[in-house]
């Protein structure tokens, strides 16, 4: 269910938090947590954990969030990564205050945790090789077999840790696993990895360590250090949650954090996956992790999204234990309500067509006057210039116009916003390519300010700029990256990739602008009228020469889906 977007965050998990402070469960504390691995670029799925979490911290006194790196594996992670996930934190609005921590500080506590285990015969060291260990494990239906090192004694395993911990073995020949049950139905429970040898360099903790532990011991002995109260975490953790508890329960932590599971974010149109878009990054089909087709924080930012638009969507989505899909159309809707309210209307013609007023003075100029935003007059008012030479949109124009087609056709008149009527005479074309170069029109000087005073009314009004006072400048639109709504669907055996949109950024080099865009600042958005929203790019444009990108068009899909839902 889409819920309204001015009531407050309300959902399960809430709930579970309020009723536990009211209750003083936790000595009337709430600790959550956010937990990224720093090997990728943060998405949109990870701001709906961040609004939770951090969400939960900020709503509740007594509550706070932790940001916590989980660097485990050092082959994959960089801290280009850590710097981009807490730009992209901030960016949304939250503050993790003091309680910044990483995995990796941890590492001699884990370390000393799994000694623990050892020691209480609940963990040894395996020389299984990797297809072995597979094929012990077993399936769904057939329980797996016990490894034969495991019956191995306590001192030999805590000999060979050591030895595994002091880099006397190579990767892959040994791990140490938990002692739990190789016939659970649950195969997480079936003797899971703990520690692996890896031997990388960490971007933290250098060549100290050449074992890490896996994600589901360090996690919840993390949580527990840490004293988290609610762990919550995405609906694939579900089946590793009796692993969750079964670590704290034979370590016998003083402070053992409660799971909570949600359904995870699935957005049409785009894919969701650190590793997918990594592929797509590292393959050249994107300009980078910020590129503005991209589900990530950071290009969702430069393509013009704003927080409270996100924030906004998340909300209305809301929190639950069911898995589904939200159609692109939502969160692109949640962008427009917000845009519309905040950003400037101005004028600005991306593919140009030249307009010559006949009998509009050669020298003559004109500053008329034009609304900053309809939706807010504290916004205020303008002045646009006009003069004899315009430019209006080539689609504005049809030759030879259809039926339902209002705007500029030859003998037709129609308004120009802000501005005059006009009328198009003559259609100018080029003598060897028979393309439309120019429109000669005539303007009835009495309308000005866009009403004719014998009352005639015009079918059409449309935008424009005046030749001589635009900014020139490229303009990039965007529709999305990929060309099905699912494109991780394996039902036509094809790659994700195979789905990517050919046209999913089209670069207009020679678009006009009115010229107070000139001052335009990185990261500033505007309504282009008719058009659609658009800011100015953060990374391409120069002091004075502003390049823009289009954050979405004005058509609202979203309303049109609700109103055919309705209907039916
Ligand atoms: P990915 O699958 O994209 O690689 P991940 O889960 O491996 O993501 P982490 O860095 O481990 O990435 O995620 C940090 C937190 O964000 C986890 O608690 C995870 O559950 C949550 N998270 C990741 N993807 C989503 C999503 N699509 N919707 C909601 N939460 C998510
Ligand atoms: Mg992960």
Redesign the pocket.
């Known amino acids: 269910m889409i819920r309204s977007d001015s009531a407050p965050a309300s959902d399960f998990i809430r709930s579970i938090v309020i009723q536990d402070l009211k209750t003083n469960k936790h000595g009337g504390r709430v600790v959550t947590r956010?937990?990224?691995?720093?090997?990728?670029y943060?998405?949109?799925?990870?701001?709906?954990?961040?609004c939770?979490?951090f969400g939960i911290a900020t709503e509740n006194k007594s509550a706070v969030c932790h940001l916590r790196f989980?660097d485990t594996n050092p082959s994959k992670e960089d801290v280009e990564y850590v710097e981009s996930i807490k730009e992209d934190i901030k960016w949304l609005g939250f503050d993790w205050g003091e309680h910044l921590y990483y995995t990796s500080d941890y590492f001699d506590k884990l370390y000393e945790y799994a000694v623990q285990l050892i020691k209480n015969s609940k963990a040894y060291v395996c020389d299984l090789i990797p297809d072995e260990m597979r094929e012990y494990r077993g399936t769904l239906t057939e329980p797996g077999k016990e490894s034969p090192y495991r019956k191995r004694s306590v001192e030999e395993n805590l000999d060979l840790f050591k030895r595994m911990k002091a880099g006397e073995i190579e990767n892959g020949l040994r791990v140490l696993r938990a002692k739990i049950d190789m016939a659970s139905p649950n195969l997480n429970m079936r003797d899971p990895v703990i520690y692996r040898i890896v031997k990388t360099a960490h971007h933290r903790t250098e060549n100290k360590w050449c074992i890490y532990p896996m994600?589901d011991f360090s996690h919840c002995v993390s949580d527990s250090i840490e004293g988290i109260t609610h762990s919550?975490?995405?609906l694939?953790?579900e089946d590793h949650r009796p692993l969750y508890d079964w670590f704290l329960d034979e370590l016998n932590t003083e402070c053992h954090p409660q799971q909570i599971e949600?359904?995870?974010?699935?957005l049409t149109y785009t894919v969701?996956?650190?590793?997918?878009?990594l592929e797509l990054v590292e393959g050249g089909h994107v300009n980078g992790w910020d590129d503005p087709r991209m589900p990530t924080i950071s290009g969702l930012r430069r393509r013009g999204y704003t927080p409270e638009s996100i924030h906004n969507f998340l909300k209305r989505i809301g929190i639950s234990k069911k898995e589904s899909t939200v159609d692109i159309a939502l969160l692109e809707h949640c962008l427009r309500e917000d845009l519309n309210k905040r950003a400037p209307r101005v004028m600005g013609v991306l593919k140009p067509l030249k307009v010559v007023i006949t009998n509009y003075p050669d020298d003559k100029e004109e500053e008329l006057d034009a609304i900053n935003n309809p939706e807010d007059p504290n916004m205020g008012t303008r002045k646009i210039p006009f003069s004899k030479v315009l430019y209006i949109e080539q689609d504005d124009f049809m030759e030879d116009p259809p039926k339902k087609f209002y705007r500029l056709g030859p003998g037709r008149e129609i308004r120009l916003r802000y501005a005059y009527f006009i009328k198009c005479e003559e259609v100018i074309k080029d003598k060897h390519t028979g393309e439309i170069i120019e429109l000669r029109c005539t303007y009835d000087p009495e309308t000005k300010g866009g009403s004719a005073p014998d009352g005639r009314k015009v079918k059409a009004t449309i935008h424009w700029v005046s030749a001589k006072h635009t900014l020139e400048t490229e303009v990039r639109l965007y529709d999305h990256l990929f060309d099905t709504p699912n494109p991780t669907s394996t039902d036509d055996n094809k790659n994700f990739k195979d789905h990517l949109n050919p046209g999913s950024l089209e670069i207009l080099r020679s678009c006009r602008l009115e010229p107070s865009l000139k001052e335009a600042k990185p990261g500033e958005k505007y309504q282009f009228e008719r058009l659609g929203y658009f800011c100015v790019d953060t990374i391409d444009s120069a002091h004075g020469h502003p390049v823009f990108n289009r954050t979405v068009s004005l058509r609202d899909t979203w309303a049109k889906i609700q109103k055919a839902q309705k209907k039916g």
């Open positions: 956010f937990p990224p691995e720093p090997n990728g943060l998405h949109i799925g990870h701001a709906k954990s961040i939770l979490n989980d994600y919550n975490c995405t694939e953790f949600f359904a995870r974010l699935n969701m996956s650190k590793r997918k878009l």
